[in-house]
């Protein structure tokens, strides 16, 4: 069965120092992935997507995410945190062959210290 | 192209109460999806539904809870008889004609709070 694990539930880092918010996946293949962010009262938004092209995803907001498929992680990072970062993220991954519903992590909140 | 809309934003209703959440998906989007979102806790996938057809309701709960999407109209998610344990943010998502929920645009929610 597909399934994400996000390992921390908070991180809180400085402005303008980098961030990590891990996830670990278990697939019995290698899954399309995804990371959605929510900002506090705001819908979800897809922050950047994996599908078995480049294993280094690039998203918006300069957040990247490194598919690992030895280690079973996908990763989420930016090189520099600023204010308007923090939110709650999830890790995503599809159900199914045509994707017809998608499992999310437990979610990791980012806070952004000035 | 508004995105999804669901409404309302805020729900409050006592024990025993019905809920009535309201989804309309972006404009040329036939499929909708419904999550729920639990305090302090990731979002679970409820129902999934096509223009008046249930594809797969594996989250739904057994009893009190349906979902509907009529051929005009929004979506609808009903809570009946509400309890303390159904306050949450319910999310609606909606996707084009392929289906692919991983393609959906989420709304902004509706938060439940049962006193």
């Known amino acids: 069965a597909q399934s994400v694990t996000q390992l921390d539930s908070h991180v809180s880092v400085s402005e303008g120092t980098p961030v990590l918010l891990r996830c670990n996946y278990s697939?019995?293949?290698?899954?399309?992935l995804f990371w959605y962010v929510q900002h506090p009262n705001k819908g979800l938004q897809l922050l950047l997507k994996?599908?078995?092209?480049?294993?280094l995803v690039k998203g918006i907001n300069g957040f990247e995410a490194e598919f690992k498929k030895s280690e079973t992680s996908f990763h989420l990072t930016k090189p520099s945190a600023h204010m308007s970062d923090a939110a709650e993220y999830f890790c995503v991954v599809p159900l199914g062959s045509s994707a017809s519903k998608i499992i999310f992590g437990s979610g990791t909140r980012l806070s952004i210290r000035p | 192209n508004a995105g999804v809309m669901q409404n309302p934003r805020h729900l409050v209703r006592r024990r025993g109460q019905e809920a009535r959440l309201r989804c309309s998906p972006m404009k040329g989007h036939s499929h909708v999806y419904w999550y729920r979102q639990l305090p302090e806790e990731g979002l679970k996938f409820m129902v999934y539904?096509?223009?008046?057809?249930?594809?797969?309701e594996s989250g739904m709960p057994k009893e009190r809870f349906s979902a509907e999407f009529p051929k005009e109209g929004p979506s609808i998610l009903r809570i009946q008889q509400v309890v303390r344990g159904d306050s949450a943010a319910y999310f609606c998502?909606?996707?084009?004609?392929?289906?692919?929920?991983?393609?959906?645009?989420f709304g902004q929610g509706t938060r439940l709070t049962v006193v």
């Open positions: 539904l096509q223009k008046e057809n249930i594809i797969d």
């Open positions: 994996y599908t078995s092209a480049a294993t």
């Open positions: 998502a909606s996707s084009p004609d392929r289906g692919y929920a991983t393609e959906a645009f």
């Open positions: 697939s019995s293949y290698s899954p399309s």
